[in-house]
T-cell receptor, first 115, second 116 residues
Framework: GAVVSQHPSRVICKSGTSVKIECRSL??????MFWYRQFPKQSLMLMAT?????????EQGVEKDKFLINHASLTLSTLTVTSAHPEDSSFYIC???????????FGPGTRLTVL | AQSVAQPEDQVNVAEGNPLTVKCTYS??????LFWYVQYPNRGLQFLLK??????LVKGSYGFEAEFNKSQTSFHLKKPSALVSDSALYFC??????????????FGAGTQVVVTP
């Protein structure tokens, strides 16, 4: 299957700082990328859907000013957690896909810890 | 609206025994069904999917799943479990409508524990 990478894999930051997470599709062009959040031993919660060249669509209850998503190219989407607080600590997973593939390919995830 | 239910938080099985992880779904129109596995601190690995065609789908690592439209189920099975199959398993569904393309609804997950 297609390969999706995330960087960094793990980040620890101080409260109040901003953190950027990158999601890249390495061997295909992804028209759509998805960002998920996962709490320990829980399911994935979709945060937003990102289409290349357009604004992201956020799920209900997700603060768009808190979680900034940029999808500048067909191979790169970024999630920026602004003014991070301890409650933002979580495992963030991205996925990428195209209609022709009819499925999503998941990145390895980023563990964010806010002190 | 679409939803997925994984009724078991955890499934325990001895190595070599058959493994079944249950999943039922609700979706408008024809379902697109997926199974993923997650190891600790890792992303999701794709196991198999049902889009159309044969109700029995064979996937990675010896796993298979049977689509049952009348029971709205898509149970994951493996004839002989390995200790290395111990992981968290997610069932996911999405509808076929254009505006819901790609938006997966995940089940709560089932922890599989395979004992030697």
């Amino acid at each position: 299957g297609a390969v999706v990478s995330q960087h960094p894999s793990r980040v620890i930051c101080k409260s109040g700082t901003s953190v950027k997470i990158e999601c890249r599709s390495l061997d295909f062009q992804a028209t759509t990328m998805f960002w998920y959040r996962q709490f320990p031993k829980q399911s994935l919660m979709l945060m937003a859907t990102s289409n290349e060249g357009s604004k992201a669509t956020y799920e209900q209850g997700v603060e768009k000013d808190k979680f900034l998503i940029n999808h500048a190219s067909l191979t790169l989407s970024t999630l920026t957690v602004t003014s991070a607080h301890p409650e933002d600590s979580s495992f963030y997973i991205c996925s990428a896909g195209t209609r022709s593939y009819n499925e999503q390919f998941f990145g390895p995830g980023t563990r964010l810890t806010v002190l | 609206a679409q939803s997925v239910a994984q009724p078991e938080d955890q499934v325990n099985v001895a190595e070599g025994n058959p493994l079944t992880v249950k999943c039922t779904y609700s979706v408008s129109g024809n379902p697109y069904l997926f199974w993923y596995v997650q190891y600790p601190n890792r992303g999701l690995q794709f196991l198999l999917k049902y889009i159309t065609g044969d109700n029995l789908v064979k996937g990675s690592y010896g796993f298979e799943a049977e689509f049952n439209k009348s029971q709205t189920s898509f149970h994951l099975k493996k004839p002989s479990a390995l200790v290395s199959d111990s992981a968290l398993y997610f069932c996911a569904v999405r509808g076929e409508t254009t505006d819901s393309w790609g938006k997966l609804q995940f089940g709560a997950g089932t922890q599989v524990v395979v004992t030697p």
